[in-house]
């Protein structure tokens, strides 16, 4: 199993980038996913989910109507736009594949975001 995160890197304030997540080892699309995010200091936070079933979103209040969480099953991959980025938003950024009903869950290795002028 392995989830790869891609698209991190330094931005500035106002800025865009696209994260993706490419997974392998399981069946995608089985599985909600999500993103999470890690700052200096702080416990890691969920960022957005989409679910497996019905692609349902959530996003966290900090985020909302800035950041985009989207799937695409054929891929394999989960993306996340981040939209108006601000200094606040830098953190190492993960992605996670969770089935509840079968106590499992998957967690890739994270990608470093920097939002900095």
């Known amino acids: 199993v392995q989830l790869v995160e891609s698209g991190g890197g330094l931005v500035q304030p106002g800025g865009s980038l696209r994260l993706s997540c490419a997974a392998s080892?399981?069946?995608?699309?089985?599985?909600?996913m999500s993103w999470f995010r890690q700052a200096p200091g702080k416990e890691r936070e969920l960022v957005a989910v989409?679910?497996?079933?019905?692609?349902?979103?959530n996003y966290a209040d900090s985020v909302k109507g800035r950041f985009t969480i989207s799937r695409d099953n054929a891929k394999n991959t989960v993306f996340l736009q981040m939209n108006s980025l601000k200094p606040e938003d830098t953190a190492v950024y993960y992605c996670k594949a969770n089935r509840a009903d079968l106590l499992m869950e998957y967690w890739g290795k994270g990608t470093l975001v920097t939002v900095s002028s």
């Open positions: 080892g399981f069946r995608f699309s089985w599985y909600t």
């Open positions: 989409i679910t497996s079933v019905g692609g349902r979103t």
